[in-house]
């Protein structure tokens, strides 16, 4: 019965309790969001915060330059370890990873412009294991309930990998 397709995501789009404080914009999760990928019947794999648990649920907001330095880099990658063989095993078992959702813009979790720490670091070990992801990042404008396009593009996205 199993889809054997999968999708990674930053935390905090199911979880908008870890992001910095007064930075959120769900009270919980990104519900639309998610509602996009249970349409698709995805399999999901939510990822590691890296922010909180190294600095906690009072961090300041830092850049990626302050971010930067070898105890994080460290710690982002230790925990992006145990996902990164996770996804190998699937990999290995004939499973379809159809892409990994970062956040616009942030110092850990950004996968498309200047990319995040914790990102750099997961797709470090994946294309050591020659796995190399798709990636869509939640636009910097996005607000639950206020999407604009972000849901078709979403939409198209997860299904140029599925169709
Ligand atoms: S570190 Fe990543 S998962 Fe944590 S709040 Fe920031 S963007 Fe979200």
Known sequence: MRGKRLILISHCVLNQNAV???WERAVGAY????????????GIVQL???????????????????YDVPPYRTH?????AEPAKQIQEYVKKGYQIVGLLGIQESPSCDTTRKRGIFME?????LAAASIH??????????????????????RRFCNIITE
């Open 31 to 42: 519900n639309d969001i998610a509602m996009v990928l249970l349409e698709q019947d995805f």
């Open 121 to 125: 670091e997961l797709l470090g070990l």
């Open 20 to 22: 910095v404080r007064d």
């Open 76 to 80: 982002c990658r230790e925990l992006a």
């Open 133 to 154: 992801l798709r990636t869509f990042d939640i636009p910097e404008s996005y607000r639950k309930g206020q999407p604009g396009d972000v849901l078709e593009q979403l």
């Open 48 to 66: 590691p915060c890296p922010e909180f648990s190294m600095l906690g649920e009072e961090r300041p907001p830092l850049t990626w330059e302050e």
